[in-house]
DNA sequence: GTGATTAGTGAGCAT
DNA sequence: ATGCTCACTAATCAC
C-alpha cells in the first residue's frame, strides 16, 4: 500500500522531471534566438553608421578641395586635425 | 537468449541517448556563449564608429567655422550637403 | 532487425 | 517523508 503510493509519486516526478528538462531546453533556444534578433538590430546600426562616416567624410573632403581650388590656405590643425 | 541480448543492446542505447542529450545541451550553451561574445564584439565596433562619426562631423564643423570666420562664401551644395 | 526515443520503475541523493 | 535525477527496462517508432 505504502509502497504503491511511493511508486504513483514516483511515476509523477519521473513526468515533472522530464517536462522541466524540456523547458529548459526550450528556454535556451528562445535565448538563442534572441540574442541572433539582437545582433542583426546592432549589425543593421553598424551598417549604418558606417555609411554616416563615409558621409561626414566626404563633406569634409569636399570642403577642404574646395578650398584648394580657391587657394585658400586652411590652418594645419584644421587641415590634419 | 535472444531477449536478453536485446535488452543489453537497449541499456546501451538508452546511455547513447543520454549522452547525446547531455552534449546537444552542451552546444547549445556554447553556441549562445559564442554569440554574446560576438555581440560584445560588435559593440565595440558600434563604439568605435560612434567616435569615429563623432571625428568626422567635428573636422567638418572646424572647417565650416573657419569658413565664416574668414567671410568665405561656401558654395550651398558643400554647405548643406 | 537495429538504433533511438519515451514513459515507468527503483535506487540513491538531498532537503 | 518528499521531490528530483539517474540508469535500466519494455514498448514503440522509424528506417
Redesign the pocket.
Known sequence: M?????????????????I???EQKDELESEKTQEYRDMEAMQEDNNRMREEIESWHSKYQALKKFAQDKKIIIPPDLETM
Open positions: 505504502k509502497q504503491r503510493r511511493r511508486t504513483l509519486k514516483n511515476r509523477g516526478y519521473a513526468a515533472s522531471c522530464r522541466k528538462r524540456i
